[in-house]
């Protein structure tokens, strides 16, 4: 009863860091790239596709979650999605990568939680699917559970994190507005020595381009030399890897999922994972020897999903090459802006050991992108 208690102005709490990323990117006139974000700003513009949170703050130490992704509502399993994932940097513990990478789909919701909560996230992910309907014979299940650390605010090794914790976050996914910021997986990270967490994005191809949509959620827990849209913010606030010997380390994770509902196959969704990479270097990640910086992407679109047990041949179509180069910008576009939301929606947060995580001090980003005539 107590959790239930606890769990409900967490849930309100969260809800208001939708718009607030979203007012401050407004305040600041902040418009990354050159394509039309989807109506939401997030990867649930992408249809079928929804997210999940449960936030986990309790006494002094206990700053953690859980975030679910679900490409679809139907049963994972039995209607697999094609997929691919990329290592940026692969200090990480990121669950069924070699699944993925040899038969190029996923058959589970995606979880992200903490460093030493991934077997939670399997057993619980395992569990969800063999109570599924027509999954009563299976006997294997490639469990998608990703991480980045989030000890400096979080009593990690606590491990608080329940199996029922992951399926709450499954079970409350919508296919609505995201909230960002302080709530689930990104509840106690950290991002370029500020408060980071939670981010999304979307952007939606031209009609003679498709119209497709590209979706990027992020779990930002890295460092290096903070740029929003070009602007060089971290070295106007002095607070950036190696200024002055600052006791400042780039070290952490940043997992980040892209959904499309453009027809691909693993090999192309591979290479839009590729450029979700430039993204996060484009916000002045250096994926440092300590970060796992992984990219999982896949396609919901419903003709090329993968069924389960079905050996006879189907047509399928899926585009070509030379159809890619919109997908790329807008998936690097589309990360970019996802890490700098979850940067905007953060708010300051205390920890394990007293230890205090500042937001980015937004009054001042908004004085330097008037010296850079961003604003007026």
């Not at 006139?29 to 394509?35: E, F, K, P, S």
């Not at 002094?60 to 691919?84: C, E, M, W, Y």
């Not at 899926?318 to 802006?337: G, K, R």
């Amino acid at each position: 009863m107590f959790r239930l208690l606890f769990f409900i102005p967490v849930l309100f709490f969260s809800l208001s860091l939708f718009a607030q990323s979203k007012n401050k990117a407004v305040e600041l006139a902040l418009r990354i790239g050159v394509m039309q974000q989807g109506k939401l700003n997030a990867i649930t513009d992408v249809a079928g596709v929804s997210v999940g949170h449960t936030t986990i703050i309790k006494a002094d130490s206990i700053r953690t979650g859980i975030t679910a992704i679900l490409p679809h509502s139907d049963n994972l399993f039995q209607q697999k999605v094609p997929a691919a994932i990329y290592v940026g940097n692969g200090y990480g513990k990121l669950a069924g990568y070699t699944q993925v990478k040899e038969l190029g789909n996923i058959e589970s919701p995606i979880i992200l939680t903490n460093t030493l909560s991934v077997a939670t996230g399997i057993n619980a992910l395992i569990k969800y699917t063999l109570s599924q309907r027509n999954n009563e014979s299976i006997q294997s299940v490639n469990a998608i559970v990703g991480e980045t650390n989030d000890g400096y605010l979080n009593d990690i090794r606590g491990q608080h994190i329940t199996e029922a914790d992951v399926l709450n976050a499954i079970k409350n996914a919508d296919s609505g507005a995201v909230t960002e910021g302080n709530v689930g997986a990104g509840t106690g990270t950290v991002c370029f020595g500020f408060k980071g967490g939670i981010g999304t994005s979307s952007r939606v191809l031209p009609k003679k381009f498709g119209g497709y949509t590209v979706g990027v959620l992020v779990q930002t827990n890295f460092g290096g030399v903070l740029s929003i849209d070009g602007v060089p913010v971290g070295e106007e606030l002095k607070k950036y890897y190696l200024y002055d010997q600052l006791n400042d380390s780039p070290d952490g994770s940043c997992m980040i999922v892209v959904a499309t509902d453009a027809p691909l196959d693993s090999r192309n969704l591979e290479r839009m994972a590729k450029r979700a990479f430039m993204g996060l270097a484009k916000t002045g990640g250096i994926a440092s020897n300590g970060s796992g910086d992984y990219i999982i992407a896949f396609s919901t679109d419903t003709a090329v999903r993968v069924k389960y047990n079905v050996t006879e041949k189907t047509p399928q179509f899926v585009l070509s090459n030379e159809a890619m180069s919109p997908l790329f910008m807008a998936t690097i576009e589309a990360t970019e802006e996802a890490i700098i939301n979850s940067l905007l929606a953060a708010e300051t947060m205390k920890g394990k050991n007293g230890r205090i995580v500042e937001a980015i001090p937004f009054e001042e980003i908004k004085k330097i992108f008037r010296k850079y005539n961003r604003i007026n």
